[in-house]
């Protein structure tokens, strides 16, 4: 089974501009998180969907949505970037909506200059 | 207060020894933890979960869980360098997952 894919793996932008993180859950999973990490706060939570609803929010402006598609695929998207933006962006999936055990991607590395 | 509370560490133990990682967690009602390891540039794999009040082992990994402390913690027996990674631990509440900051564990050769 292929694991959880997200692209691109590496982004540089510059300040005022919008991005968009995409991410593939293992083949069957359902439920797909993202989290933010950097090297002073650690995992923090930004979102989680599960059939196509969100169903949980972290405290992260509204400059940081994201949206579920039909095959489960996620794609979070940050407008306005600022340079506090820069970091690992970490999608996981799980089977169900019960998301206790997560499989995390690679993250994509976004830079923002 | 943080919701999850770890020592950044780094810790250092020499390879044979037990390392000890702690987490404290702020929400009394809390239901499931885990820990996870990340290896430099990688992404965090789940390693063990605890859902009840005592010692869960396996294999050199034991995870310890008191919920009227609200605290958890890891011990890996017999640490061996290729353990040198961030553990993180995480909380599981109210259909959200949230992690600590992380433990950096180097156990020397």
């Known amino acids: 089974k292929a694991g959880v894919t997200q692209t691109p793996r590496y982004l540089i932008k510059t300040r005022g501009q919008q991005v968009t993180l995409s991410c593939s859950p293992i083949?069957?999973?359902?439920?797909v998180s993202w989290y933010q990490q950097t090297p002073g706060q650690g995992l923090q939570f930004l979102f989680e969907?599960?059939?196509?609803?969100?169903?949980n929010k972290g405290n992260f402006p509204g400059r940081f949505s994201g949206r579920q598609f039909s095959n489960s695929r996620s794609e979070m998207n940050v407008s306005t970037l600022e340079l506090g933006d820069s970091a690992l962006y970490l999608c996981?999936?799980?089977?169900?909506?019960?998301?206790?055990?997560?499989?995390f991607g690679s993250g994509t590395q976004l830079s923002v200059l | 207060q943080k919701e999850v509370e770890q020592n950044s560490g780094p810790l250092s133990v020499p390879e044979g020894a037990i390392a000890s990682l702690n987490c404290t967690y702020s929400?009394?009602?809390?239901?499931?933890f885990f820990w996870y390891r990340q290896y430099s540039g990688k992404s965090p794999e789940l390693i063990m979960s605890?859902?009840?009040?005592g010692d869960k082992e396996d294999g050199r990994f034991t995870a310890q869980l008191n919920k009227a402390s609200q605290y958890v913690s890891l011990l890996i027996r017999d640490s061996q360098p290729s353990d040198s990674a961030t553990y993180l631990c995480?909380?599981?509440?109210?259909?959200?997952?949230?992690f600590g900051a992380g433990t950096r564990l180097t156990v020397k050769p």
């Open positions: 996981a999936s799980s089977p169900d909506k019960r998301s206790e055990k997560l499989f």
């Open positions: 083949s069957g999973h359902r439920s």
């Open positions: 969907y599960f059939s196509e609803t969100q169903r």
């Open positions: 929400d009394r009602v809390s239901q499931s």
């Open positions: 605890i859902y009840s009040n």
């Open positions: 995480a909380v599981y509440n109210n259909n959200d997952m949230r």
